[in-house]
C-alpha cells in the first residue's frame, strides 16, 4: 500500500512562466516514477464552479467581485474533495497549477485576505500542499511578456495591477508563514535552469525516499 502522495503547488503572476515549470516538472516526475502516478491539474478546475470562474477571466460572465472570490473558492472545494484528496489517497502525486495563494493574491484586489481565507476555509482544512513554489519573475518583466498591446499606458496599466498582485502574494505569504510551506524559485533564467532549480530543492528538501518510486 503506497503512502499518500505529494501535493505542489506552484504560483506566480501571468507571464511567470509556471505553466511550463509545471509541464517540465510533470515530465520529470513521470520518468521517475513507475509505480506512482503523477498528474498535473490546474484552477480553475473542470468543476461547475470553475467554468463560470473561466467565463469571468475571459469577462463573458459579470458578477460581483466578492462572488468571483466565492466562486474560486467553490470551485477550489469541489477539486479538493472531488479529484485531489481521492488521487492523494491512492499515493499519486499531484501538481497544481495555482491554489489558494492565487485567491489571496488576486481577489485581494478587490477584497480583504480575512474574508478570502474564510471563503476558503474548507478547503484549507482538507489539504494544504506539501509545498507552494513561488515562480519569481518581476512584475514589470511578466507584463511585458504578456503585453500584445502596443501602447505605453496599457502596458503601464498592467504593470501596475501585476504590482499589486505581486504585494498581494508577498502579504498572503507573510500572513500564513507558520502554516505554510512557500519556496521563491527565480524565475528570470532560462526555463531548463528553473526546472533545474525547482527538482533540485524538491529531491534535496520534499520528497521522501519513497515518493520517486
Ligand atoms: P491561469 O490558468 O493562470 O490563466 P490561463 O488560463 O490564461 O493560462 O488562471 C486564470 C486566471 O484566474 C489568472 O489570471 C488568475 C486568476 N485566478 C484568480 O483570480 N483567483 C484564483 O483563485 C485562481 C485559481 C485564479
Excluded at 515530465?27 to 478546475?45: D, G, I, L, N
Excluded at 466565492?70 to 479529484?83: I, Q
Excluded at 502579504?171 to 500564513?176: H, K, P, Q, S
Amino acid at each position: 500500500m503506497l503512502s499518500r502522495g505529494k501535493f505542489i503547488v506552484l504560483e506566480g503572476l501571468d507571464g511567470s512562466g509556471k505553466t511550463t515549470q509545471l509541464q517540465l516538472l510533470h515530465e520529470r516526475m513521470q520518468q521517475h516514477c513507475k509505480q506512482r502516478k503523477c498528474f498535473a491539474t490546474r484552477e480553475p478546475s473542470e468543476s461547475f464552479p470553475g467554468l463560470l470562474c473561466r467565463g469571468i477571466s475571459r469577462r463573458s460572465i459579470q458578477v460581483e467581485n466578492e462572488t468571483i472570490a466565492m466562486l474560486f473558492a467553490a470551485d477550489r472545494y469541489e477539486h479538493v474533495v472531488g479529484e485531489l484528496l481521492p488521487q492523494l489517497e491512492q499515493g499519486n502525486h499531484i501538481l497544481c497549477d495555482r491554489y489558494y495563494f492565487s485567491n489571496f493574491a488576486y481577489q485581494m484586489l478587490s477584497t480583504d485576505l480575512e474574508s478570502l481565507l474564510a471563503y476558503n476555509k474548507k478547503a484549507m482544512d482538507l489539504l494544504h500542499p506539501d509545498v507552494t513554489i513561488y515562480v519569481d519573475v518581476s512584475p514589470e518583466e511578466c507584463a511585458a511578456r504578456r503585453s500584445t498591446s502596443r501602447t505605453s499606458e496599457e502596458l503601464y496599466e498592467k504593470v501596475d495591477t501585476a504590482k499589486k498582485i505581486y504585494r498581494n502574494y508577498m502579504t498572503a505569504f507573510d500572513a500564513l508563514q507558520q502554516s505554510e510551506r512557500v519556496v521563491t524559485i527565480n524565475g528570470n533564467r532560462d526555463a531548463q535552469t528553473v526546472a533545474d532549480s525547482i527538482w533540485k530543492f524538491l529531491t534535496e528538501q520534499v520528497f521522501d525516499k519513497d515518493d520517486l518510486i
